[in-house]
């Protein structure tokens, strides 16, 4: 089975904070994304990577950064923490293109005060 | 720019009765795929039914089948024989581009015993 694992299920953090939500893939998925999920507005692309290195900017990149250095590693970054980036975050990863199924890590909720 | 509409935010169905939950999307993808996900209360979120846009046919999955209008865009997930455990979020997701994939804002789901 596939398993995409986030690093912290629950995370507390202060505001002004440097932020890092790490995901971990083990099916060797050149896809990997970042969404965060609010209610009412479903989930939305933060970023996506579709190589090592590369990068994509999704529909709210503003106050967030990624790392992928290796493969099976996507890191989502949270320059300087507000309390507005309060929310559940959803690492998924996926083969091949967008045609092909996601499959999702469990959720960070993150709560910054 | 939203590209996936569901306009339900919360749906409500009987045990054992049937439901329709309506999804319409927008892609400028000429071959693709379109997708629901359930995410139940544990926040796993998992693939429910997938359709390729190219097949006239319905797919279906057990108890689960999709009503795909293509010039409409139109995506639709029935229920049948609803379960207890079928309550959850149920998202739709369509490609915005070849890499990336966008989710609708979701439609919570309860089943009535």
């Known amino acids: 089975d596939v398993k995409v694992t986030q690093s912290s299920r629950y995370l507390v953090k202060r505001t002004g904070e440097k932020v890092f939500l790490e995901c971990v893939q083990d099916?060797?998925?050149?896809?990997m994304f970042w969404y965060r999920q609010d209610p009412g507005l479903g989930l939305r692309l933060i970023y996506f990577s579709y190589d090592v290195k590369m990068k994509e900017k999704g529909d709210i990149p503003e106050g967030y950064s990624v790392s992928r250095e290796k493969k099976e590693r996507f890191s989502l970054i949270l320059e300087s923490a507000s309390t507005n980036q309060t929310s559940m975050y959803l690492c998924a990863s996926s083969l091949g293109t967008a045609n092909t199924e996601a499959f999702f890590g469990q959720g960070t909720r993150l709560t910054v005060v | 720019a939203q590209t996936v509409t569901q306009s339900q935010p919360e749906m409500s169905v009987q045990e054992a009765e049937t439901v329709t939950l309506s999804c319409t999307y927008d892609t400028s993808e000429s071959d693709y795929y379109l997708f629901w996900y359930k995410q139940p209360p544990s926040r796993q979120m998992i693939l429910v039914i997938r359709q390729e846009a190219y097949k006239q046919q319905n797919a279906t999955e057990n108890r689960f089948s999709v009503n795909f209008q293509k010039a409409a865009k139109s995506f639709s997930l029935k229920i049948s024989d609803s379960q207890l455990g079928d309550a959850a979020m149920y998202f739709c997701a369509s490609p915005q581009n070849n890499n990336d994939m966008r989710f609708g804002a979701g439609t919570r789901l309860t089943v009535k015993p």
């Open positions: 099916m060797d998925h050149e896809n």
